[in-house]
Each structure stands twice: as C-alpha cells, then as structure tokens.
C-alpha cells in the first residue's frame, strides 16, 4: 500500500482538477492515479489498470475531504 503522504498528493489534486471539470468523482480519481502511475493522462480509450488499493485510498481521502 502507498503511504500517506504520496495519498494526499494524488487527493488534493483530484480536488483540484475537479474545480475545473464536470466528470464524475470516481472518473477524475481514476484519472489522476492514472497520470501518477503512466506519466501521462488517459485517451478514451485506454485500458491500463491501476493500482485498485492506491485508486480506492484515493477515493476515500478525497470523500473524506469533502
């Protein structure tokens, strides 16, 4: 698992983009992990996993957050 530290980076820049856009929570969460893990954000059709336990601690700092 992560550490905490490197989960609170990818949250607050999950809150930060989402500021700016209209996708869904989970989408823009996935999304920033994606980044973090590739080096690059996802096309639309890209199907390269991610890390399901960073994704879900993600999710849940930022709900947590908000």
Request: hydrophobic fraction near 35%; aromatic fraction near 10%.
């Amino acid at each position: 698992m992560e550490n905490a530290f490197l989960i609170d980076q990818l949250a607050s820049k999950v809150i930060t983009d989402f500021d700016k856009s209209n996708n869904d929570l989970e989408r823009k969460c996935w999304t920033i992990v994606h980044e973090y893990q590739h080096g690059f954000k996802p096309t639309e059709y890209d199907i390269r996993e991610v890390e399901e336990d960073l994704y879900l601690a993600v999710l849940s700092k930022v709900k947590a957050d908000n």
